[in-house]
Every structure is written in structure tokens, then in C-alpha cells.
């Protein structure tokens, strides 16, 4: 069998649209098979996982939760602090060049 026929928790969520502990539930359940690899890493057959989209058991899930921009603001400062600082070290190290 090629590597091909078998995937990933995180791709099973995506072919059927749902959460990867919907995923991890249905596994529970014994809606879906899992094969562990190497005795290590989770797999699933993709056939399986497409017959269980086909059949339409699966609801999916288009829960999105809404990003304000106090989130985006928050999230700019976090992701960008070493630049912003560079930058205010540069002007500062400029500002005592020339005005000092």
C-alpha cells in the first residue's frame, strides 16, 4: 500500500470539515478505523474517511469566531516586538548621534 492511501488526523478534519477532535471522537466511537504506524503516528484509510463524507453522516462544522481588532492590534504587537524595538533602538541610538 502507498503512503498515499492513508492520512492524517489533521487531514481527515479537512476532507470532512470538522475539528480534529471531532476527528479524535469519531475514532472513540468506532465511526472511523485508525492505524497506528511504527506505533507512533495516527493514520486513517482515505477511502474510508471519503465513504464516511459520502454518506453524509458527518455534519460539518462553520464555527468562526469573530476576530476583533483588538485582537488584531494585540496580535500585531506580539508578532512584531523585535522589530518595533529594533527600530525604537535605532532612532534612540540616532537621536543621541546627531543631538548629542
Known sequence: ?????????????QILEISEKKVMDLIEERKLQAYKIANRFL?????????????GEITKETIQHAYTSK???????????????????IFGLL??????
Do not use: G, H
Not at 95 to 100: K, L, M, R, V
Open 1 to 13: 500500500m502507498s503512503s498515499s492511501q492513508f492520512v492524517s488526523v489533521r487531514e481527515t478534519a
Open 43 to 55: 493514520r486513517l484509510k482515505k477511502s474510508e474517511v471519503v465513504d464516511l463524507r459520502n454518506a
Open 71 to 89: 485582537e488584531k492590534v494585540k496580535d500585531f504587537f506580539y508578532f512584531n516586538d523585535f522589530y518595533l524595538m529594533s527600530v525604537a533602538i
Open 95 to 100: 537621536y543621541i548621534i546627531f543631538f548629542t
